[in-house]
DNA sequence: AAATCGTGGAC
DNA sequence: TGTCCAAGATT
């Protein structure tokens, strides 16, 4: 039996929800299609709270593939709350770098910490308590009380909104928070009694591998006979499209800032923002598009830094592209003239301003760089710039 | 509610 | 090549 629904129905008074018969036939074909084409991965191997946990937040809003070799690394050096909770952000974070999102590693080391300080190192089951960790929201919430628990809540993520929206002919904006929220509640009253871990993750995995953003195989779709959306003969008009929003452009200026005894100067980003608690190349905003006059830079790097610079000249520029930034990098190497400097010994750091903090290292690579930092650090080198030559501690060379 | 927060895969 | 967007959370 089929409802009888108006198409999209934003203000209807009906709730958007297939019958309780479909609902019954979506809960059997999906946990029987899960079953059979489940992926194997790292996580699923796990049935620890604190392993899948930690697999969820690493996948927010980044692909399978991508977290694999971070996840192995990370769960192999930190095997339980108890080894996190008691690392050093520092750790954490140069296990992190390169994963993006930053937040989510300050957020995940003060959650274990939470835990083992509050809950006696055991991880809470519940929906309401795990929400008030610090890195969860209601997906990662559901995710892990359903999956690691049991417990009969939903997990919608992406994938989720996007199967929902198709099996549901519905058409409205799922970026908007009250949709999401209204979709949720919706996902309640799909979730069955039993295996709940299975069920959720079958409806991501559907999302994942079937029901995709573009070309999804319906044929091969265990939902086919009640998906609303390829009645209608065109699925991927769902979810509906919003328009993009274009990518601000930022303009640096970084400096390469060597001592007389082959140490580059570093600094760390202030928290919260962007790449918070990571090391790079001191850097200035500029007005652009042009790059700043070489005495501009020794100025910027008097009044930012507190350096005084000999010898800078412009080496090189680099591009870099976030999801919402364009970012144009000049970058300049200069000598450092600091008054304290004596002979192999590096003036001491300059209190950070702009940053958290800064340092003289010989072995920059061994710190958390963002991949803008250590694009940075690469052009240098293929520009056969004067700075420490790379060490074997930076990531990527296994 | 709309912005912010990274990086890379896929087409 | 540009665009979308990925097991989202936070303010």
């Not at 519905?170 to 928070?177: A, K, L, N, T, V």
Request: charged share 20%; net charge positive.
């Amino acid at each position: 039996m089929k409802q009888t629904l108006k198409k999209t129905n934003p203000g209807s008074a009906v709730k958007l929800n297939l019958c309780e018969a479909d609902i019954q036939s979506l809960r059997r074909q999906l946990i029987r299609w899960f079953s059979a084409a489940k992926r194997n991965l790292p996580w699923r191997q796990h049935r620890d709270p604190y392993a899948i946990w930690l697999s969820e937040v690493m996948l927010q809003q980044t692909q399978v593939k991508t977290v694999i070799p971070y996840y192995n690394k990370f769960l192999t050096r930190f095997p339980d709350i108890r080894s996190l909770a008691r690392a050093d952000i520092a750790e954490v974070l140069t296990l992190w770098a390169g994963l993006g999102y930053y937040r989510r590693a300050h957020q995940l080391h003060a959650a274990a910490r939470d835990i083992l300080n509050h809950h006696g190192g055991v991880m809470p089951s519940e929906f309401d308590r795990l929400l008030s960790l610090p890195g969860f929201g209601p997906y990662t919430a559901g995710a892990v009380a359903s999956i690691a628990f049991g417990q009969r809540v939903p997990a919608v993520d992406g994938n989720v909104l996007r199967v929902m929206t198709r099996l549901l002919a519905d058409g409205r904006d799922i970026h908007q928070p009250a949709v999401q929220r209204d979709l949720r509640r919706t996902a309640e009253t799909w979730v069955p009694p039993r295996r709940t871990g299975d069920f959720n993750q079958a409806l991501m995995e559907l999302g994942a591998t079937i029901c995709t953003p573009r070309n999804p195989i319906c044929t091969r779709c265990p939902l086919g006979s009640i998906c609303r959306a390829r009645r209608k003969g065109d699925p991927a008009q769902f979810p509906r499209r919003t328009p993009t929003v274009d990518r601000r452009t930022l303009y640096l200026a970084a400096i390469a800032v060597t001592d007389g005894s082959g140490k580059l100067f570093m600094a760390q980003r202030r928290s919260p923002g962007l790449w918070a608690g990571l090391w790079e190349l001191p850097s200035v905003t500029t007005p652009g598009p042009d790059a700043p006059h070489v005495r501009e830079v020794i100025k910027l790097a008097a009044e930012h830094h507190g350096i005084h610079l000999t010898a800078v000249r412009r080496v090189t520029d680099i591009v870099h592209i976030l999801t919402h930034r364009h970012i144009t990098v000049w970058i300049y190497q200069g000598r450092a003239a600091g008054s304290g400097r004596k002979r192999g010994r590096p003036a001491p750091p300059p209190t950070p301003t702009d940053y958290a903090a800064t340092c003289w290292t010989a072995h920059p690579d061994a710190l958390p760089l963002s991949v803008l930092a250590e694009k940075q650090l690469a052009a240098l080198r293929a520009a056969e710039a004067d700075i420490p030559a790379a060490g074997c501690a930076g990531r990527g060379q296994e």
